[in-house]
């Protein structure tokens, strides 16, 4: 069986945040099992450190790509990562596409995403291997399924196409031009029900996501609860009429983390080391090194209360407000806070640049606006109580990752985090199943009173609260079961395209 990734992303070569975790995770696992061949088309970014590539050669040393009234010529390169065969797709072309020192965040996106779609059909034509399973995520792929399905259907040999929804807010919303501009016009797919965005205000806007949900033969996302929720005008980003409308091939699958990488008991980056067999006294000695380490480095305080943080993009979907608040209400009571996150939105960013200043010297809070991996594993094992707010969450990585650190997780009880984190004073879940705190509503109220009951339980009820952490260590999250429910999908979506052709 061959399966063929398209993605943007790929850890820890082009990483963003989740999208590049869960596509190396997925690869590498399915890539152990001998009778599978996979790669993973990715473009050949300029911050992509070729030392990590081994095996890095030139397989097509120039292929062409029409845009804009030029072919343009490509190389397409090929390297093993992680285990896993990546091909490397690198345009010559005048706007230098990836060239930009970001994988996301420029103003050209569009075009940059629709560019590589295209190259990555061109290179699949020239290879000319038969795929069993060409399996694209988000937006930036998407673009693939109509490709294959309305335009080289005859000159490619694709049995199924699976599309996994990694976030359904980004949905690459352009102009017939911009297809136009890579010769790709239909009066056929160019219409409401195929390509065109949803909303009426704007009924020649084209939807790449949308197209991808229409020509794949099964769509999921990364959590059982975010399947349901996309389906609901409050979450479906205006999408929910067309995922309603294909909901007999939407499915669920939540997402693993990479247990090698997140481990405490071997993670280069956190010493001493420790883990969930050990004693809770050796445990939390080690965890309370990690604060003393990070006090020392950023010069603060010793703090009475707990220590929380949070570790993510800054992007509205993360409830800043909610982050904001969950700040003062640990300055307010004596514990630290801790924020590891940078915003691609300048607004945002100079918003929490403001707060760090306001903050300055408060030596119990500590904001770090930048990306930093390594410090994000100190921050894991150090603090006692990770936050995440998010408004809608398609499955979240960092509260897996805390949970891997005995950090306890308090999360809106919303998409993946109401899959993973069950409240412990839930009675209508099993007392064994119960590892952290939820609440529901992103809003002040019920955040507040979840970090009341959160503080009030680390300060007066240790033993309750060592017993949240050591079950949090103690959970599977490994790719295994994942990849076994994504096998499945490639089955369900081959007979689906087989019913479709027949
Ligand atoms: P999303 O994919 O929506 O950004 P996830 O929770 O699924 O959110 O994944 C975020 C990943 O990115 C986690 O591994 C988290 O640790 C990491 N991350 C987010 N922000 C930073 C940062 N500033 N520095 C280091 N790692 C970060």
Redesign the pocket.
């Known amino acids: 069986m061959r399966i063929v990734h398209v993605a943007a992303e790929f850890s820890p070569i082009a990483k963003a945040?989740?999208?590049g975790?869960v596509v190396v995770g997925l690869c590498r696992e399915l890539s152990q099992f001998p009778e599978l061949e996979v790669e993973i088309y990715l473009p050949k970014y300029d911050l992509i450190d070729s030392e990590k590539l081994s095996d890095l050669q030139m397989e097509i040393a120039d292929f062409k790509c029409f845009e804009k009234n030029h072919f343009h010529s490509n190389t397409l390169w090929s390297a093993q990562c992680e285990n896993s065969r990546l091909q490397l797709i690198e345009p010559h072309h005048p706007s230098q596409y990836f060239q930009r020192g970001k994988i996301y965040g420029c103003e050209d996106d569009l075009a940059r995403f629709i560019y590589f779609c295209k190259s990555v059909i061109e290179a699949l034509k020239l290879k000319n291997q038969p795929i069993d399973i060409l399996h694209l995520h988000d937006w930036h792929a998407a673009l693939c399924a109509p490709l294959v399905r309305e335009v080289f259907q005859k000159e490619l040999s694709i049995k199924a196409i699976v599309l996994t929804l990694h976030?359904a807010e980004y949905q690459g919303k352009c102009a017939c031009l911009d297809l136009d501009a890579i010769g790709m016009q239909g009066s056929d797919f160019l219409t409401a029900d195929k390509l065109q965005d949803n909303d009426p205000k704007y009924p020649q806007t084209i939807n790449l996501l949308k197209g991808g949900i229409v020509y794949a033969d099964a769509v999921n996302t990364v959590s059982i609860t975010y399947a349901k929720e996309i389906l609901t005008p409050e979450k479906g980003f205006g999408l929910d009429p067309t995922f309603r409308q294909y909901q007999s091939k939407l499915s669920g699958i939540l997402n693993g983390i990479d247990q090698t990488l997140w481990n405490p008991k071997n993670d280069p980056y956190v010493t001493p080391s420790y883990d969930a067999e050990q004693s809770m006294a050796t445990i939390l000695a080690a965890k309370k090194k990690q604060q003393t380490l990070l006090s020392k480095k950023f010069g603060l305080a010793r703090s009475k209360g707990p220590w929380l943080g949070t570790?993510?993009?800054i992007v509205p979907q993360k409830g800043p407000e909610l982050i904001e608040e969950a700040l003062a209400y640990t300055v307010q009571n004596q514990g630290t806070f801790i924020l590891?996150?940078?915003s691609p939105i300048p607004q945002l960013q100079a918003h929490f640049e403001q707060l760090k200043e306001k903050y300055a010297a408060h030596r119990c809070v500590l904001l770090h606006l930048?990306?930093?991996?390594a410090?994000?594993h100190q921050i894991y094992a150090a603090l006692d109580l990770l936050i995440v707010p998010s408004h809608f969450e398609p499955?979240?990585?960092?509260q897996l990752?805390a949970m891997r650190y005995g950090t306890v997780p308090i999360v809106h009880a919303t998409g993946g985090l109401k899959d993973t984190v069950f409240d412990c004073e839930d009675s209508l879940i099993p007392a064994k199943s119960r590892n952290g705190f939820t609440f529901q509503g992103a809003s002040s109220g019920p955040l507040k009173e979840t970090l009341r009951r959160a503080f009030h339980l680390f300060q007066t009820d240790p033993t309750t609260f060592q017993v949240l952490m050591r079950r949090g260590m103690q959970l599977n999250f490994s790719w295994e079961k994942p990849t076994q429910e994504y096998l499945k999908l490639y089955r369900k979506a081959t007979l689906q395209s087989k019913r479709l052709i027949a």
């Open positions: 945040g989740g999208l975790e976030n570790i993510t993009r590891l996150g940078s930048t990306y930093d991996e410090l994000a499955c979240g990585l960092s990752i």
